[in-house]
């Protein structure tokens, strides 16, 4: 990986390296019992599907099963919390999202520290929060929109799954960048979101593409474009935002497997290989892009570095909108 750039498939790192690393695990005696992969919110979500896609096939290669346990609430900072506390031993993991990085941009005085307290594994998949709207509104591309933002200041809205969140950030993000300002109408979840733009109680919304994918594909709701550096292969009709007239915008919502810091790197390094051997299967591809997730796979170290660099893009993102935090 180079820069911010994440990568798009899963690259051939496995082969004869990561043979070798698992027998020299293996030989060592990991895992010795169940492992559990904490999940930070409802079964459902993007962590959820990633966790819920890989467990079953990893649980064969490593010899013992992985439950997959969902402890949902405070932003997935609850699971979190429990997976930085836990023994670093790699019986317990955690599958997180973007939220992860964004948490640490508005809540400084968290009970872990969300990069240093976490030895990452791997980038399982990213998916781009998508810009859609209501099919009345009289815009068919991005530019159409910050066209029309301009010329009605404020006026109109747009739906997101709450505030503080990535949804809400990208929106924040784009506004900044392209010199714009529409109103928030945060719902507690894409489940609320979504009807309400197919209603009209909202002009547009700002939703991951897994959340809305299904709502795109019938034409209830309009895509205009989503929110990453390349287009989705879940979706890749869908022009980019930096290809649509903001260069340099990019702002994607992805998911990661990471494990309590202090976990042995022989331990990592193997669950990276398994997590790898697992992402290049079709069957596991194939269901992830059903959901609007694109596969990933990084090294550990790529994976640290881009969380490392998200939480940095988060952070300044807030502090430049002027969004209170806590503390504040």
């Given at each position: ?63 013992q ?29 955690v ?9 640490a ?106 959340g ?50 202090g ?26 892009l ?34 209170k935090?806590?503390?504040?």
């Open positions: 990986m180079s820069g911010r750039a994440v990568p798009g498939v899963v690259c051939a790192l496995f082969g004869f390296w990561g043979a070798a690393t698992l027998m020299n695990v293996h030989a060592a005696g990991y895992p010795t019992k169940p492992i559990r992969m904490l999940v930070g919110f409802p079964v459902g979500g993007g962590a959820d599907v990633a966790a819920r896609a890989l467990a079953p096939r990893m649980s064969e290669s490593l010899g099963q992985i439950i997959v346990d969902n402890r949902p609430g405070a932003g997935s900072s609850i699971a979190s919390e429990i997976a930085a506390k836990a023994p670093p031993d790699g019986h317990t993991l599958s997180i999202g973007s939220s992860h990085a964004v948490n941009a508005f809540y400084p005085k968290l009970p872990y520290k969300p990069a240093a307290d976490f030895s990452s594994i791997v980038l399982v998949s990213t998916a781009p929060v998508t810009i859609t709207v209501n099919p009345a509104v009289p815009v068919k591309t991005l530019k159409d929109l910050i066209a029309l933002a301009k010329a009605r200041p404020g006026q109109l809205n747009y739906g997101s799954a709450g505030v503080n969140g990535i949804n809400h950030l990208a929106a924040e993000l784009l506004q900044n960048t392209a010199g714009f300002k529409i109103t928030l109408v945060p719902y507690k979840g894409v489940a609320q979101a979504v009807p309400a733009i197919m209603a009209g109680e909202v002009q547009l919304m700002f939703a991951s593409l897994p809305s994918i299904d709502q795109i594909r019938t034409g209830r709701i309009r895509a205009i474009a989503v929110t990453s550096a390349k287009r989705s292969a879940s979706a890749p009709d869908i022009p980019t935002v930096a290809e649509s007239g903001v260069p340099g915008y990019e702002a994607s919502s992805w998911f990661a497997f990471l494990a309590p810091a976990t042995p790197r022989s331990v990592v390094t193997q669950l990276n290989a398994v997590a790898l051997k697992t992402l290049q299967t079709k069957e596991v591809r194939d269901l992830l059903r959901q609007g997730m694109d596969p990933a796979g990084s090294t550990p170290a790529e994976a640290d570095e881009y969380l490392r660099s998200e939480i940095a893009k988060w952070t300044r993102v807030v502090k430049e909108a002027g969004i935090t806590e503390g504040n």
